[in-house]
């Protein structure tokens, strides 16, 4: 016979509509990420350029060359802002992670008086654009004579409104039920945060992480207000990419070689983290 | 181990009521199951014993200890919660072992103690497991493990059989019920489930709206409800309730007459039996048992018949009841008026 057993008896195909539409959804989504992602690789590019041909629109290098990278390493003090910017990211990124989630613990859990209004003003922060800011803080840094020091940089950014919001409204979401475990358990206030709530508020925690560092180590505007005067020792990486750029003329190629390379740690950062971003931690210990 | 008593214990969120003067006694070893419908105040009362909420008025002891003012840690009760509770990060090792590092139990001690509670609940193999390693039945397990490593002085338990499926329910209800007998420790059990209620409790408590309907063993309950509400929350099917004039041989007018589907008998009204014409609606053929819906004027009513008693549908029959089966309310009070 000419039926053909093996087609009859397989499952039958998804129809054709199906999988046309499929495939143009799958197209638009790459074209989407290509134009995401053209940015990065014209960055790459440049970098691998010489000056001269920046100016061209070629996105293959003619000869490609890693001279903008060793120049970046060498010549440019790039270890040294790195490392300012690691250093400067790292401990506001762990002084938010301990300030901002005790914080958001206590304005989630705790009564006490004002706590309404105390955190509408919280709120009420991030409504003020940081161009408002600048002359009251850097009079207030000045008197202190934080201004070009590590410290005053640190110092105004300890608890960040987003990071303590954010915890905030995670620990809102998780079930009272663990606390009076805990409570029934004779674990006290402190343990309890620490030993219970903390691990639940886990992929919190992950995204303070993530948005902190990074929102650190991109940082230009204090960088340049509160570091960005005297010493080129302080200065972030942020900084140090804007030495690039001359008044009359952009290095291009180092440029574009120190982006590339800034934007590392980021991405590590992402890869990472991103695991400990799967929120069904909390929903597991709950519900059969 | 000991006695737990509530004494005029008023809880109030805002302007609802949630507990009203609820004074009881239970005993030690006793396992009291607190039942009654959504909102009427259990989970409230249970919380205030375990200090997770706060008295309005009245007083709470354990022993004879007043404990309105001590911490829930300090009471020395062990709670299992609806939702379990356990802690997602922790293994069950941990989970059974965090409340005994928090009272600085030697380590040996706490070894000792979780591997036998993982023994007697049979889950040895899951002490390194995390709860969402768990099976819903496995995690009920855990969260009794928990209360009972701590040998605490009562349990209390929140519903803790209502994430499970029915057969694994019935499973459970025996298990934790043996594990009572065993332990000795006086359980303080809530649940809206009087199949649940019934089937555990050495006595029931039956809360309505935040009041104490009634307090009694099992056999007080079905058999001398205190009032209307009793007596139709307790037996399933409910009791049938009609005007006291509806059933011939029964009360005076001004009375509601209650008895239980499994009392109606086919046919019968003479000497000691009360008796009614009612007419044949629709059957339930439960295998061993008929379930037969019967219509008088207005009145519905429900029996519970043998399978061989014929019960065509559509036909007038009359039906008996044994007059000590009998129960009369005041239509006023809905208090019990005979016993
Ligand atoms: N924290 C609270 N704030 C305000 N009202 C509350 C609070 N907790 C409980 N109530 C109210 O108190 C009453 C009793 O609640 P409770 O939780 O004790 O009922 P329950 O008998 O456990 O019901 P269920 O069977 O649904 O669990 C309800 O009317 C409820 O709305
Ligand atoms: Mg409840």
Redesign the pocket.
């Given at each position: 016979m000419a039926v053909d057993v093996a087609s009859t008896s397989a499952i039958p195909r998804r129809p054709l509509s199906y999988r046309a539409r499929r495939l143009l959804v799958y197209v638009l989504l790459v074209l989407v990420s290509a134009l995401f992602f053209v940015p990065f690789l014209w960055t790459i590019s440049t970098a691998l350029k010489s000056l001269p041909e920046t100016t061209g629109f070629d996105l293959v290098p003619d000869n490609p060359s890693l001279r903008a990278f060793r120049e970046v390493l060498t010549d440019f003090n790039f270890a040294r802002f790195a490392l300012n910017s690691f250093i400067l990211a790292g401990a506001i990124t762990v002084a938010n992670l301990v300030l901002a989630s005790l914080g958001g613990y206590a304005f989630a859990r705790l009564r006490f008086p004002g706590r309404e209004v105390l955190f509408m003003l919280v709120l009420a922060t991030l409504m003020i654009p940081d161009q408002l800011r600048l002359v009251p803080v850097f009079q207030m840094l000045t008197n202190w004579g934080l201004v070009g020091s590590f410290f005053g940089f640190i110092a105004i950014h300890l608890v960040l409104p987003t990071e303590l919001f954010l915890m905030r409204q995670y620990f809102l979401t998780i079930p009272k039920d663990f606390e009076e475990a805990a409570k029934l358990d004779n674990a006290g206030f402190l343990k309890t945060y620490w030993k219970v709530m903390l691990p639940l508020a886990a992929p919190a925690l992950a995204a303070v992480t993530i948005l902190t560092f990074q929102g650190m180590w991109n940082d230009f505007f204090w960088s340049l207000i509160i570091l960005g005067f005297g010493d080129p020792d302080v200065y972030t990486i942020q900084l140090g990419l804007a030495q690039f750029r001359f008044q009359y003329q952009t290095l291009w190629p180092q440029l574009m070689a120190a982006s590339a390379l800034a934007i590392l740690p980021i991405a590590l950062i992402y890869v990472f983290f991103q695991r400990y971003f799967v929120a069904g931690v909390v929903a597991s210990g709950v519900k059969g | 181990m000991a006695t737990v008593t509530f004494e005029n214990v008023t809880?109030r969120?805002?302007d609802?009521v949630?507990?009203d003067e609820l004074t009881l006694e239970i005993s030690d070893g006793e396992f009291l199951v607190l039942v009654?419908?959504?909102?009427?105040?259990?989970?409230?009362?249970?919380?205030m014993l375990a200090g997770l909420?706060e008295t309005t008025s009245g007083r709470i002891l354990i022993g004879d200890r007043v404990v309105n003012n001590l911490a829930p840690g300090a009471r020395d009760v062990a709670m299992v919660f609806?939702s379990y509770a356990l802690y997602p990060h922790m293994t069950v090792y941990d989970n059974l072992a965090f409340g005994l590092r928090n009272v600085r139990t030697p380590k040996d001690e706490i070894n000792r103690r979780v591997s036998k509670a993982a023994e007697v609940l049979d889950m040895t193999e899951l002490i390194k497991r995390k709860p969402k390693q768990l099976s819903g039945g496995q995690r009920q397990r855990v969260a009794l493990g928990r209360a009972i490593v701590r040998q605490p002085k009562a349990f209390l338990m929140?519903?803790p059989l209502s994430n499970l499926d029915a057969a694994l329910r019935v499973n459970t209800r025996a298990e934790i019920l043996k594990l009572q007998r065993d332990l000795k420790v006086t359980t303080v059990y809530?649940t809206?489930d009087q199949v649940e209620a019934m089937t555990m409790g050495d006595r029931i408590a039956v809360?309505k709206q935040?009041v104490l309907q009634q307090a009694g063993t099992p056999e007080q309950l079905y058999t001398k409800p205190t009032n209307v509400f009793v007596a139709r929350f307790i037996g399933s099917p409910a009791m049938n309730l009609v005007p006291a004039g509806f059933v011939k041989g029964a009360g005076t007018g001004g009375q509601l007459a209650g008895f239980r589907p499994e009392h109606v008998v086919l046919g019968g009204g003479n000497g000691d039996a009360a008796y009614f014409q009612a007419t044949v609606e629709v059957v339930e053929y439960l295998g061993d048992e008929q379930l037969v819906h019967l219509a008088a004027g207005d009145e519905k009513l429900l029996a519970k018949l043998p399978v061989e008693d014929r019960v065509p549908t559509g036909v007038e029959q009359r039906f008996s009841i044994p007059r000590d089966k009998l129960h009369l309310f005041d239509a006023e009070t809905e208090l019990a008026v005979r016993a």
């Open positions: - | 809880k969120f805002d609802t949630a507990v009654g419908p959504s909102g009427c105040g259990k989970s409230t009362a249970l919380r909420e609806q929140d519903e809530v809206h809360m935040g």
